[in-house]
C-alpha cells in the first residue's frame, strides 16, 4: 500500500459530534441495519470543515462542521450522523501499525443525530456536532481513530450507511517536559517554460502565478502564517520560519516575464503573464525578507540520474558555490570549464535582495548515490537535505524505536556527508493534504496526531527530539490547510525550529543511502534513459566546442549550461515525453553552434594558383559571440601534384569573416579537386565540408624539366637541319666545278 493510499485509509477526523442543544431527540440505530457498501461506493462525500480544538482535554468538548455532497442518482432523506471510537493509541509505531490493520472502530459509538432535509443528487448539505471526552470514553491520553457515520433513508425505504470519514481525536492532558522541535522546507519550484534557446515555448508559468495557479497557493500558505514578536525579536515576524529552498530558473523565467511583452511560442508579445510574475516576485520578496532561504541548483537538477550517465560536470555546473569553490581551489583562478554557467545564486540574490545557504543541496526524490554525494560536495554542497525513506534506520527518524532525530551522516565516497532526514510519512501528508478524503483538515488532524504521539514518548536526549518536514517538490497545497499544519508547531509540546536548529540538535542512528526513491507504484523515479541519451550528446557537443573557445568557455557557454540544467531538471521525473522533447531540443540547439563557424565558398566554386607555391586563400565565417579556434584539413583527390601544407590551430573573432591562407606546393599544373574542412582543435567538425577546383598554368618542377628537355632537343633538331642544309649547299658547288665524265657515288646508300 502507498503512503499515499495508507494516508488516507488512516487519516481519522476529529469528530466529535453530540446533538446540538436545539436539535430533537435522536432516533435510536436500527436492530438490524442494511450493510454497508463499500466506502468508494457510498453516494454521499463527507468533508470536515472544522475540528476544534485540535487537541483536547479530559472533560473538554469538541466541534465538528462539515459538508455533504450526493454524488449519487437517488434522493436521500432521513439522514443522521453518529461518531464509532475505536481503541487508544499511545506510540507512532502503533499508529502508523494501524495502516496496514485498521482498527474496527466500534469501541465506543455515541447516539445518532439527525441532520436537517432532504439530499437530492448533486445537492450540498451541512451539519454540525458537538460531544465531549465522556461521550466518547476518552480515559486517558493518546490517539483515538474515530468514524462519522452517516445514514440516510433511500427512495425504497430502507436504511443504511451512506458516507463515512475516518480521522482521530487527540486527547492531551499536559505538555511534556521536552518540546519536539519541526522545521520546515517549503519547495518553490517549477517545470521550466522555456526551450534551449530560451524562448518561452507556452504560457503555463503564467496561469502558475496567477490566482489560484500552483505557485499562487504555494506562496499563499506562507502569507497566511500569522505573525508574532518572538523572544529576542524587535517586531513582529512569522509565528514559525520555514525555509524556503527557491530553483533560479523559476525566479529568471518570472523576471523575463515582467520585464514587458514576451513572445510564446515565437510570437511577438503573445504572452500574457507579465503583471501576474511582476505581483508573484513581489510576494516572494516579501516573504524571502522573513523566511530563511536555499538556492537550489539552476534547474534543479537530477543530480543522481545525471552522475549515473557519467555527467558529473553538468551537476557541478549547476550548484550555486561552484564557481566560489573552484577559484579557491585554483588560487582565485577558475579552471577552464569548472565554473557554473547558470550562476543561479547571483540571480536569486540580485532579484531577492537576501542572504541565502548556497551549501546545502536537496536529492530530488530524497535519495543520493555515493558517487552523487562526492560530486555535490567537490562543487561546494557541506550537507544534504534527504528522505528517511531512503535510509537504513529510519525508524530513528521517525522515533519509533526511541526518539525522533532528524540529523544523520551518509556515507559518501570520501567519507562521512552531514544530513537532515525529511520524515517521510509527514511530508507526504502535506503533500497529498489537498486531495486527502475528508478533506484538508482531516489530513492535518493525522500530521497533529503523529507529532503528539512524539512528543508524549520519553526523550532519553535533554535535546529533545527534532522533525524536518519538506514536502514534494510539486506540492499543490490547500493555502489555509497547510498553513495552519505550520502554525500548529506552536502548540504544548512542539517548538518551531529552523534547518540550522536542526543540524545542531541530536544524531540519529539513520545511516547509508539507498537507491533512487520509489513512485507510488514502486517504481524508480528518474529521467527518460531516452532523454538522458540527448543530454549526454549533447554535453559531448558542448564539451568539444569548450576546447574551440578563446578565453573562458564556461563564461561563452553559460547560456547552453543554463539550457541543460534545465533540460536535465528532476521536475521532467513523471513526464517521459516532455523530457524526450526538451533533451532533443537541447541537442539540436547544441548541435547548431557547429553550423555557425563555417567555411565559405569561392564565388564560381573554383580557385586559380599563381604559382606553385602560392597559397590557398579561404575564408572562415564565425557567427558565433565568441571567438573560437579552429583547424583546417585540405585534402585532394589521389593527393597527385598539389601539396598542402597544416597551418595548425588558428583563432577566428566573433561574428566576423577571417581569411586564411593555406600553404601549397604544386608538381604540376592542370585542375585538381579540393575538399577542405573546418574542425575544432579535438577534431569536432564545424559547418559542412566545402569543395574547391583548383586551377594553375604554372609549371611545376618536372613540368619545368620536360619543357626546358623539349626545347633543347628542338633547338638540336634546329641545328642538325642548319649542318645539313649547309653541307648541301657545299656539295651543289662541288658538283658545279667538276668535268664532264665524272661519275659521283649516290648520295644515299640504295639499301
Given at each position: 500500500m502507498t503512503r499515499r493510499r495508507r494516508t488516507r485509509a488512516l487519516t481519522t477526523a476529529l469528530l466529535v459530534l453530540p446533538l446540538l442543544a436545539a436539535a430533537p431527540p435522536a432516533p435510536a440505530a436500527p436492530a438490524t441495519p442494511t450493510p454497508a457498501p463499500p466506502a468508494d461506493d457510498r453516494p454521499v462525500a463527507v468533508e470536515v470543515t472544522r475540528l476544534d480544538p485540535r487537541t483536547v482535554a479530559p472533560g473538554g468538548t469538541v466541534t465538528v462542521e462539515?459538508?455533504?455532497t450526493n454524488t449519487g442518482s437517488e434522493t436521500l432523506t432521513d439522514l443522521t450522523v453518529?461518531?464509532?471510537?475505536?481503541?487508544?493509541?499511545?506510540?507512532?509505531?502503533e499508529l502508523l501499525a494501524a495502516d496496514?490493520?485498521?482498527?474496527?472502530?466500534?469501541?465506543?459509538?455515541t447516539a445518532f443525530a439527525p441532520v436537517a432535509g432532504e439530499l437530492a443528487p448533486g445537492a450540498e448539505a451541512t451539519f454540525a456536532y458537538t460531544a465531549t471526552t465522556a461521550d466518547l470514553g476518552m480515559d486517558r491520553d493518546g490517539v483515538y481513530p474515530l468514524l462519522l457515520n452517516l445514514n440516510a433513508t433511500d427512495p425504497d425505504g430502507g436504511q443504511s450507511r451512506v458516507g463515512e470519514v475516518t480521522t482521530s481525536v487527540v486527547q492531551q492532558t499536559?505538555?511534556?517536559?521536552?518540546a519536539t522541535?519541526?522545521?520546515?522546507l517549503w519547495p518553490l519550484v517549477e517545470r521550466t517554460h522555456r526551450d534551449a534557446a530560451g524562448g518561452f515555448v507556452d504560457d503555463g508559468l503564467a496561469a502558475a502565478v496567477s490566482g489560484d495557479g500552483r505557485l499562487d497557493r504555494a506562496l499563499a500558505v506562507l502569507e497566511r502564517l500569522p505573525g508574532a514578536v518572538l523572544p529576542g525579536a524587535t517586531g513582529?515576524?512569522?509565528?514559525?520560519?520555514?525555509?524556503?529552498?527557491?530553483?533560479?530558473?523559476l525566479v529568471e523565467e518570472l523576471a523575463l516575464m515582467a520585464e514587458g511583452p514576451y513572445a510564446v511560442a515565437g510570437q511577438d508579445g503573445a504572452g500574457t503573464g507579465t503583471e501576474a510574475a511582476a505581483a508573484w516576485l513581489d510576494r516572494l520578496r516579501a516573504v524571502a525578507a522573513d523566511h530563511p532561504v536555499v538556492a537550489l541548483s539552476y534547474g534543479d537538477v537530477d543530480a543522481d540520474a545525471l552522475q549515473a550517465a557519467g555527467l558529473p560536470a553538468v551537476v557541478t555546473r549547476s550548484l550555486p558555490r561552484a564557481a566560489e569553490d573552484a577559484a579557491d581551489r585554483d588560487g582565485g583562478a577558475v579552471a577552464s570549464g569548472d565554473s557554473p554557467g547558470p550562476a543561479g545564486a547571483d540571480l536569486l540574490t540580485e532579484r531577492l535582495g537576501v542572504t541565502l545557504r548556497t551549501d546545502l543541496a536537496w536529492a530530488a526524490g530524497g535519495a543520493l548515490r555515493a558517487d552523487t554525494l562526492t560530486t555535490l560536495t567537490d562543487g561546494g554542497v557541506e550537507s544534504v537535505v534527504l528522505d528517511s525513506g531512503a535510509l537504513t534506520g529510519a525508524d530513528d527518524v521517525l522515533g519509533l524505536d526511541g526518539s525522533a532525530a532528524a540529523r544523520a551522516t551518509v556515507a559518501g565516497q570520501d567519507g562521512p556527508v552531514p544530513a537532515l532526514v525529511?520524515?517521510?510519512?509527514?511530508?507526504?501528508?502535506?503533500?497529498?493534504?489537498?486531495t486527502a478524503e475528508g478533506g484538508v483538515r482531516v489530513a492535518e488532524q493525522r500530521y497533529l496526531a503523529e507529532l503528539v504521539l512524539l512528543s508524549q514518548q520519553p526523550v532519553a536526549d535533554p535535546a529533545g527530539q527534532t522533525v524536518l518536514v519538506a514536502p514534494p517538490r510539486d506540492v499543490d497545497p490547500d493555502p489555509a490547510g497547510v498553513a495552519a499544519m505550520i502554525a500548529d508547531t506552536t502548540l504544548p509540546g512542539l517548538r518551531p525550529a529552523t534547518l540550522a536548529d536542526l543540524a545542531a540538535g541530536p544524531v540519529s542512528g539513520a545511516d547509508g543511502a539507498l537507491g533512487p526513491a520509489d513512485g507510488e507504484n514502486g517504481e524508480a523515479l528518474a529521467l527518460d534513459p531516452a532523454a538522458l541519451t540527448d543530454v549526454a550528446a549533447a554535453v559531448d557537443l558542448r564539451d568539444d566546442l569548450a576546447g574551440a573557445v578563446v578565453g573562458e568557455p564556461a563564461d561563452a557557454l553559460a547560456p547552453y549550461d543554463a539550457a541543460t540544467a534545465r533540460a536535465a531538471s528532476a521536475t521532467w521525473r513523471g513526464d517521459p515525453e516532455g523530457a524526450r522533447a526538451a533533451a532533443a531540443d537541447l541537442r539540436a540547439t547544441v548541435g547548431g553552434l557547429r553550423e555557425q563557424v563555417t567555411l565559405l565558398s569561392p564565388a564560381e566554386g573554383s580557385y586559380s594558383l599563381a604559382s606553385n607555391d602560392a597559397p590557398l586563400v579561404l575564408t572562415v565565417q564565425n557567427d558565433l559571440p565568441f571567438a573560437v579556434r579552429v583547424r583546417v584539413a585540405v585534402r585532394t583527390r589521389d593527393n597527385v601534384g598539389l601539396a598542402i601544407d597544416d597551418v595548425g590551430v588558428q583563432e577566428v573573432a566573433p561574428q566576423q569573416r577571417t581569411t586564411l591562407q593555406v600553404p601549397t606546393h604544386l608538381s604540376q599544373s592542370g585542375r585538381f579537386a579540393v575538399t577542405a574542412a573546418l574542425t575544432t582543435p579535438d577534431g569536432g567538425p564545424l559547418g559542412d565540408p566545402v569543395a574547391i577546383q583548383v586551377r594553375s598554368t604554372t609549371y611545376g618542377t618536372i613540368s619545368l624539366s620536360i619543357t626546358i628537355g623539349a626545347a633543347v632537343l628542338l633547338g638540336l633538331l634546329f641545328l642538325r637541319r642548319g649542318v645539313l642544309f649547309v653541307l648541301r649547299r657545299r656539295r651543289g658547288a662541288a658538283e658545279e666545278e667538276q668535268p664532264e665524265g665524272t661519275a659521283w657515288p649516290p648520295s644515299r646508300s640504295p639499301v
Amino acid at each position: 500500500m502507498t503512503r499515499r493510499r495508507r494516508t488516507r485509509a488512516l487519516t481519522t477526523a476529529l469528530l466529535v459530534l453530540p446533538l446540538l442543544a436545539a436539535a430533537p431527540p435522536a432516533p435510536a440505530a436500527p436492530a438490524t441495519p442494511t450493510p454497508a457498501p463499500p466506502a468508494d461506493d457510498r453516494p454521499v462525500a463527507v468533508e470536515v470543515t472544522r475540528l476544534d480544538p485540535r487537541t483536547v482535554a479530559p472533560g473538554g468538548t469538541v466541534t465538528v462542521e462539515g459538508r455533504l455532497t450526493n454524488t449519487g442518482s437517488e434522493t436521500l432523506t432521513d439522514l443522521t450522523v453518529r461518531l464509532q471510537r475505536g481503541e487508544v493509541v499511545t506510540t507512532r509505531a502503533e499508529l502508523l501499525a494501524a495502516d496496514a490493520d485498521p482498527d474496527p472502530v466500534t469501541a465506543v459509538s455515541t447516539a445518532f443525530a439527525p441532520v436537517a432535509g432532504e439530499l437530492a443528487p448533486g445537492a450540498e448539505a451541512t451539519f454540525a456536532y458537538t460531544a465531549t471526552t465522556a461521550d466518547l470514553g476518552m480515559d486517558r491520553d493518546g490517539v483515538y481513530p474515530l468514524l462519522l457515520n452517516l445514514n440516510a433513508t433511500d427512495p425504497d425505504g430502507g436504511q443504511s450507511r451512506v458516507g463515512e470519514v475516518t480521522t482521530s481525536v487527540v486527547q492531551q492532558t499536559a505538555p511534556p517536559a521536552s518540546a519536539t522541535s519541526v522545521a520546515w522546507l517549503w519547495p518553490l519550484v517549477e517545470r521550466t517554460h522555456r526551450d534551449a534557446a530560451g524562448g518561452f515555448v507556452d504560457d503555463g508559468l503564467a496561469a502558475a502565478v496567477s490566482g489560484d495557479g500552483r505557485l499562487d497557493r504555494a506562496l499563499a500558505v506562507l502569507e497566511r502564517l500569522p505573525g508574532a514578536v518572538l523572544p529576542g525579536a524587535t517586531g513582529p515576524g512569522p509565528l514559525a520560519p520555514v525555509t524556503l529552498a527557491i530553483d533560479p530558473v523559476l525566479v529568471e523565467e518570472l523576471a523575463l516575464m515582467a520585464e514587458g511583452p514576451y513572445a510564446v511560442a515565437g510570437q511577438d508579445g503573445a504572452g500574457t503573464g507579465t503583471e501576474a510574475a511582476a505581483a508573484w516576485l513581489d510576494r516572494l520578496r516579501a516573504v524571502a525578507a522573513d523566511h530563511p532561504v536555499v538556492a537550489l541548483s539552476y534547474g534543479d537538477v537530477d543530480a543522481d540520474a545525471l552522475q549515473a550517465a557519467g555527467l558529473p560536470a553538468v551537476v557541478t555546473r549547476s550548484l550555486p558555490r561552484a564557481a566560489e569553490d573552484a577559484a579557491d581551489r585554483d588560487g582565485g583562478a577558475v579552471a577552464s570549464g569548472d565554473s557554473p554557467g547558470p550562476a543561479g545564486a547571483d540571480l536569486l540574490t540580485e532579484r531577492l535582495g537576501v542572504t541565502l545557504r548556497t551549501d546545502l543541496a536537496w536529492a530530488a526524490g530524497g535519495a543520493l548515490r555515493a558517487d552523487t554525494l562526492t560530486t555535490l560536495t567537490d562543487g561546494g554542497v557541506e550537507s544534504v537535505v534527504l528522505d528517511s525513506g531512503a535510509l537504513t534506520g529510519a525508524d530513528d527518524v521517525l522515533g519509533l524505536d526511541g526518539s525522533a532525530a532528524a540529523r544523520a551522516t551518509v556515507a559518501g565516497q570520501d567519507g562521512p556527508v552531514p544530513a537532515l532526514v525529511a520524515d517521510g510519512q509527514l511530508s507526504g501528508l502535506v503533500g497529498s493534504a489537498g486531495t486527502a478524503e475528508g478533506g484538508v483538515r482531516v489530513a492535518e488532524q493525522r500530521y497533529l496526531a503523529e507529532l503528539v504521539l512524539l512528543s508524549q514518548q520519553p526523550v532519553a536526549d535533554p535535546a529533545g527530539q527534532t522533525v524536518l518536514v519538506a514536502p514534494p517538490r510539486d506540492v499543490d497545497p490547500d493555502p489555509a490547510g497547510v498553513a495552519a499544519m505550520i502554525a500548529d508547531t506552536t502548540l504544548p509540546g512542539l517548538r518551531p525550529a529552523t534547518l540550522a536548529d536542526l543540524a545542531a540538535g541530536p544524531v540519529s542512528g539513520a545511516d547509508g543511502a539507498l537507491g533512487p526513491a520509489d513512485g507510488e507504484n514502486g517504481e524508480a523515479l528518474a529521467l527518460d534513459p531516452a532523454a538522458l541519451t540527448d543530454v549526454a550528446a549533447a554535453v559531448d557537443l558542448r564539451d568539444d566546442l569548450a576546447g574551440a573557445v578563446v578565453g573562458e568557455p564556461a563564461d561563452a557557454l553559460a547560456p547552453y549550461d543554463a539550457a541543460t540544467a534545465r533540460a536535465a531538471s528532476a521536475t521532467w521525473r513523471g513526464d517521459p515525453e516532455g523530457a524526450r522533447a526538451a533533451a532533443a531540443d537541447l541537442r539540436a540547439t547544441v548541435g547548431g553552434l557547429r553550423e555557425q563557424v563555417t567555411l565559405l565558398s569561392p564565388a564560381e566554386g573554383s580557385y586559380s594558383l599563381a604559382s606553385n607555391d602560392a597559397p590557398l586563400v579561404l575564408t572562415v565565417q564565425n557567427d558565433l559571440p565568441f571567438a573560437v579556434r579552429v583547424r583546417v584539413a585540405v585534402r585532394t583527390r589521389d593527393n597527385v601534384g598539389l601539396a598542402i601544407d597544416d597551418v595548425g590551430v588558428q583563432e577566428v573573432a566573433p561574428q566576423q569573416r577571417t581569411t586564411l591562407q593555406v600553404p601549397t606546393h604544386l608538381s604540376q599544373s592542370g585542375r585538381f579537386a579540393v575538399t577542405a574542412a573546418l574542425t575544432t582543435p579535438d577534431g569536432g567538425p564545424l559547418g559542412d565540408p566545402v569543395a574547391i577546383q583548383v586551377r594553375s598554368t604554372t609549371y611545376g618542377t618536372i613540368s619545368l624539366s620536360i619543357t626546358i628537355g623539349a626545347a633543347v632537343l628542338l633547338g638540336l633538331l634546329f641545328l642538325r637541319r642548319g649542318v645539313l642544309f649547309v653541307l648541301r649547299r657545299r656539295r651543289g658547288a662541288a658538283e658545279e666545278e667538276q668535268p664532264e665524265g665524272t661519275a659521283w657515288p649516290p648520295s644515299r646508300s640504295p639499301v
